[in-house]
């Protein structure tokens, strides 16, 4: 909101305050849309850090993909997003092979955002025995050998402690199905998040027919934890900063969201601060380096993927 200074009249300190955070709010947000435009230089003395989500670690490489980043990426989209656990929907497929041979049958879906694979359903026929392992970037994080010797429907869930590492926004997962007895039958469900955090576009042969199998969740978080970690430059803020003022450029949004930031080093930690005000807290006594950016989700019955930001803005 901003406030008319009317000629003769006093703005009370609330409608200065507010057509000061105007201001903030428009320069902030335009410099994230540089950002996601080109490289930009941020000013040598100090005061300012922004960033924007043309990929997932960010135009200026600031974001830490690592699991202190626990929101989930959208690589169509380019934003962070809250990760919220959904039930979703399911994508089905069977097909009948008649295979003489030992033999390996894979799908390789693309990753688009952090998460994890949480249920697979398959059915295989008669005289089979059915292997399978889940990979990342060609590499084995799971398998299951001979799960069942009887043909018929099984469901097997996962959780995020079920793998040494998520997927990540560019990894490919690949499942391969093999089974050394003839007359395999294969079809698998999974359930699917209802955001883009992965996508069915790039099939290799699953049972000599490609179908929408599998599928992921998002990682279970809340406001708590919907993290994006920022690695703020050396020299970026003063080693006394006791104010400071972060914007964003929100790509999804409904009433009941938050945004929450905090400014830490290896001694020192702001707390979690509002967004879009100007905030005051103990004074540091050395720089900050790192920026934790949270999206909360509304309390009750959020959105998937509510709410979103494609980059943000922090001044001193």
């Not at 902030?28 to 080109?38: C, K, M, S």
């Not at 169509?76 to 069977?94: F, I, L, M, R």
Request: proline share 2%.
């Amino acid at each position: 909101m901003v406030y008319k200074v009317v000629n003769g009249a006093i703005p009370s300190g609330d409608e200065w305050m507010e057509n000061s955070i105007a201001s903030l709010k428009a320069s902030g947000r335009n410099l994230v849309r540089e950002l996601q435009d080109r490289s930009v230089d941020l000013s040598g003395d100090g005061g300012e850090f922004a960033e924007a989500y043309t990929d997932n670690n960010g135009r200026l490489n600031s974001v830490d993909t690592g699991s202190s980043t626990t929101a989930g990426y959208n690589l169509e989209g380019g934003e962070y997003k809250a990760t919220v656990q959904t039930t979703g929907s399911e994508e089905t497929s069977s097909s009948n092979v008649s295979n003489t041979t030992t033999d390996t049958y894979n799908v390789v879906i693309n990753i688009l955002g952090k998460c994890v694979m949480t249920k697979l359903r398959y059915k295989f026929g008669t005289n089979s025995t059915l292997n399978y392992s889940i990979k990342k970037n060609g590499s084995i994080i799971f398998t299951q050998s001979s799960p069942h010797s009887i043909a018929g429907t099984y469901e097997d869930t996962f959780s995020a402690s079920d793998f040494d590492t998520f997927f990540e926004s560019g990894d490919t997962c690949t499942i391969a199905f093999s089974s050394s007895n003839s007359d395999l039958w294969v079809s698998a469900v999974a359930d699917a998040y209802t955001g883009t955090l992965f996508s069915y576009t790039d099939y290799n042969n699953v049972c000599n027919s490609s179908g929408d199998n599998y599928g992921f969740t998002a990682i279970e978080a809340d406001g708590d934890d919907v993290i994006v970690k920022h690695t703020i430059p050396s020299g970026s803020f003063t080693s006394t900063i006791s104010n400071s003022f972060l914007t964003a450029l929100v790509e999804d949004w409904e009433i009941g969201a938050n945004i929450q930031y905090k400014l830490t080093n290896a001694t020192e930690d702001s707390g979690w601060l509002d967004y879009n005000e100007i905030q005051s807290f103990t004074a540091f006594t050395s720089e900050p380096t790192i920026l934790q950016v949270k999206l909360v989700p509304k309390a009750s019955s959020p959105s998937a993927g509510f709410p979103s930001i494609k980059g943000c803005a922090l001044y001193e």
